[in-house]
């Protein structure tokens, strides 16, 4: 079984999973293109990678996409609210004082759509509070989930504080996340966990409830 294989992008160090599964595919793609392509071809061809899967679309794990999109053929799947998020703001980061080339997402999910991949399914899980269309990814056989900016390890979650953010949502959120059986956490900064993540997305809601 092939592992997800981490990669860690410029320039905020977001996660971006490359899946080498029957039908390849990206999780995240980061903000620097360039980087990210000679990081896939350690791999495989990036011509090969069929879906680009958006965890959400603040600029630290989205900003390649459009090049991505440009020169490859893969299909990039975002949240409809986060599609639209990106369009009010015009593809920019002014907080970061960043602009971002435009994209039109191939496939726009809403949560719960399954992605067959072959040997990996995944499932989309709609958890707003970070942002209004972050997802997350669920394999429910392998019990893998990865969690974009929604909970990372060690009892940490997602940040409510910026545009269409929501401390109320993350909280229902990562509520849903605990009703699931997660082995291992591919999250979307930090380390991944494996083997015991159930008890780390407890800690997330415990925290989280405790701080927001
Ligand atoms: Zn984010």
Known sequence: MLKPIQIVTPPLAANVYLLRSEIPALI???????????????YMNPKDIEYVFLTHSHFDHASAAGDWKSWFDSKI?????????????????????????PFEPDIMIKGGEVFDLGDIKLEVIHTPGHSPGSVCLYEREKKWLFSGDTVFPNGSFGRVDLLGGSSYELIKSIEKLTKLDVKNLYPGHEEEVIGNANEHIKTSLRFAKMFL
């Open 28 to 42: 995240d793609v980061g903000g620097d293109s360039a980087f990210l392509v000679d990081a896939v071809k350690k």
């Open 77 to 101: 799947v975002l949240h409809e609210k986060e599609f639209s998020l990106l369009k009010s703001q015009g593809f920019a980061s002014y907080m970061f004082g960043i602009k971002f080339k």
